[in-house]
């Protein structure tokens, strides 16, 4: 198989077909799902959750996420390996540029971003400066304060409609993927529908283009609990090539998420 491009990845979004993604922070994890057929892998900032042990994402460091993405980086051959900006490493412009392109040189191929339209200009300077970029709506981890606590996002009417548009300004600023969080299902598919790069859900229905999950709760191994747009699929394999394997396939055949995964 070719290298994973971005490119590859709105030719699926084109073509109909589902986007598998998990996240890993070692090479030899990442070796084992690139060898398994994973589209995308992400090192994600829940390193502070599930490696740290920490109660949420927020002291995970610029240097923490590029010695991950180093790590990960060297596992792969193929897939496309995008790194977390962690917590206020890009409340400026400037703090953006300077940290993304750390976790570029440590190997990352895009990094990803919570927010919404207020990271417009920050998104647009990126990728006019060569740093592809994912945007995350929905539960966005980094915000658990201002939320109060890990709750779904965009029940409401208002709240729905004000998602979509952000969700449109995002590819308008360059965007070239979308990661959307414990939103309803309706949302992920309204949300899926209105743009045209691809959206990775999780905890957003399978109407999505694409899904993630973090390997440890895909493995059940997680640290402090089991979400519940996660699922086990160690428990049914018994090897975790085979696990991964098989999260691809559901994921690809349409079958995960299920109705027992999903918000509404």
Known sequence: ???????????????????????????????????????????????????????????????????????????????????????????????????????????????????????????????????PVCGHLGLTPQSVNVFGGFKVQGRSEEQAADMIEQAKALEKAGVQLIVLECVPASLGKAITDAVNVPTIGIGAGKETDGQILVMHDALGISFSYMPKFSRNFLVDTGDIKAAVELYIKEVQNGNFPGPEHTFN
């Open 1 to 131: 198989m070719a290298k994973i491009t971005t490119a590859t990845l709105r030719k699926m979004k084109d073509n109909g077909e589902k986007i598998a993604t998990i996240t890993a922070y070692d090479a030899s994890f990442a070796k084992l799902f690139d060898q398994a057929g994973v589209h995308a892998i992400l090192i994600g900032d829940s390193l502070g959750m599930v490696l740290q042990g920490n109660d949420d994402t927020l002291p995970v460091s610029v240097d923490d996420m590029a010695y991950h993405t180093r790590s990960v980086a060297n596992g792969v051959s193929e897939t496309l390996v995008i790194a977390d900006m962690p917590f206020m490493s890009y409340a400026t412009k400037t703090q953006a540029y300077e940290n993304a392109t750390k976790l570029m040189q440590a190997g990352a191929s895009m990094v990803k971003m919570e927010g919404g339209r207020w990271l417009v200009d920050t998104i647009e300077g990126l990728v006019e400066r060569g740093i």
